[in-house]
T-cell receptor, first 112, second 113 residues
Framework: EPEVTQTPSHQVTQMGQEVILRCVPISNHLYFYWYRQILGQKVEFLVSFYNNEISEKSEIFDDQFSVERPDGSNFTLKIRSTKLEDSAMYFC??????????FGSGTRLTVV | KQEVTQIPAALSVPEGENLVLNCSFTDSAIYNLQWFRQDPGKGLTSLLLIQSSQREQTSGRLNASLDKSSGRSTLYIAASQPGDSATYLCAVKGGGSNYKLTFGKGTLLTVNP
């Protein structure tokens, strides 16, 4: 069964540093997403991406965050100047229009 | 703004019992509803997807129902097993141009041998 692949599985970074989280969505999917889950809290939406541009973003997704599809297979989330409160599990997902989402196994980001 | 609530927050049952997990949502203009399973510290595994025009979906021992007009869904697990122990998440995909998923906080299920 096709999978969404995320790397790395765990990243530790110093406060103030920039991190890039990487995802390879399912190849025939057109919609891509980033979600995050702070420990003990709900999974929350960050951003959706379609046709090489952001289609929707949450209030969490401020100027500190950016997404990119640098080539035909990768989808990245960049977090600039990380803060302690950015520590969370970050999930990438992809879907076809009006179909179910497939999530990756996540990247656990720890900011120290 | 869509809100999703899951009841109960936690449930502990003996092996073999049938059980029902509940999900409610505030805005009935949804495209679909998806149930996920999450093991501790792990990713989200899709269990069942119900489109807004459907009433239920079944996969093995799992059956999910959807009553869109009342904003409710249930996940029925038959003959529960210890391996079913996990957190079960309900998520709705909003209507209109909104394609994002809104999640509930989940039900932590423990099945005791």
């Amino acid at each position: 069964e096709p999978e969404v692949t995320q790397t790395p599985s765990h990243q530790v970074t110093q406060m103030g540093q920039e991190v890039i989280l990487r995802c390879v969505p399912i190849s025939n999917h057109l919609y891509f997403y980033w979600y995050r889950q702070i420990l003990g809290q709900k999974v929350e939406f960050l951003v959706s991406f379609y046709n090489n541009e952001i289609s929707e973003k949450s209030e969490i997704f401020d100027d500190q965050f950016s997404v990119e599809r640098p080539d035909g297979s990768n989808f990245t989330l960049k977090i600039r100047s990380t803060k302690l409160e950015d520590s969370a599990m970050y999930f990438c997902a992809s879907s076809e229009a009006n179909r179910g989402y497939t999530f990756g196994s996540g990247t656990r980001l720890t900011v120290v | 703004k869509q809100e999703v609530t899951q009841i109960p927050a936690a449930l502990s049952v003996p092996e073999g019992e049938n059980l029902v997990l509940n999900c409610s949502f505030t805005d009935s203009a949804i495209y679909n509803l998806q149930w996920f399973r999450q093991d501790p510290g792990k990713g989200l595994t899709s269990l069942l997807l119900i489109q807004s025009s459907q009433r239920e979906q079944t996969s093995g021992r799992l059956n999910a129902s959807l009553d869109k007009s009342s904003g409710r869904s249930t996940l029925y697990i038959a003959a529960s097993q210890p391996g079913d122990s996990a957190t079960y998440l309900c998520a709705v995909k909003g209507g209109g141009s909104n394609y994002k998923l809104t999640f509930g906080k989940g039900t932590l299920l423990t099945v005791n041998p």
